[in-house]
């Protein structure tokens, strides 16, 4: 897969899911401006949730949304991804119901499922983690981010209530 190849792939992850935003629920795709070092993706992958959860961050107290933070899976170095699969064996029920829905829920299923195999299986891609997401009370989510060869990374973060 070519650079080109590879920028297209997210902007139409982008374009399946939305650019960054402020929205809190939804869905949004950050892509960093500048290199990230894996051992820093999760430092990139909570900035990009707290900006995605936008006011509600303060007004629903930062401790709330930080609480249910947790790495769900690691994609092991060298294994070929399958970020479907991976979404799919989730196993606690909150994040793999919010997995289920970034294609189940989506207007364009197949779109969905095909944009997000198109950036996290390529071969661009060095780093995967899935993380769990979500407010301790009535929000619950998943964010799935990566490095891609070029050093930036790309975090997808999904909320719903």
Request: hydrophobic share 40%; net charge negative.
């Amino acid at each position: 897969m070519s650079e080109d190849d590879l920028t297209k792939a997210v902007q139409r992850l982008e374009e399946l899911f939305g650019k960054p935003s402020r929205h809190t629920l939804g869905a949004s795709v950050f892509v960093s401006d500048s290199p990230v070092a894996c051992k820093d993706l999760e430092a990139f992958a909570k900035s990009k949730y707290q900006h995605f959860v936008g006011d509600a961050w303060e007004s629903i107290g930062p401790e709330n949304w930080t609480a249910t933070w947790e790495l769900q899976y690691h994609r092991p170095e060298g294994v070929c991804g399958d970020i479907l699969k991976e979404l799919v064996d989730l196993e606690d029920p909150a994040t793999s119901l919010a997995a289920s829905q970034l294609t189940e829920n989506h207007d364009d299923a197949q779109g969905a499922a095909l944009g997000l195999q198109g950036v996290f299986d390529s071969p661009e891609i060095q780093d995967v983690s899935i993380y769990r997401i979500g407010d301790t009370e009535a929000i619950t989510g998943v964010l799935v981010a990566g490095i891609l060869r070029t050093g930036n990374a790309i975090a997808l973060v999904f909320l719903m209530d």
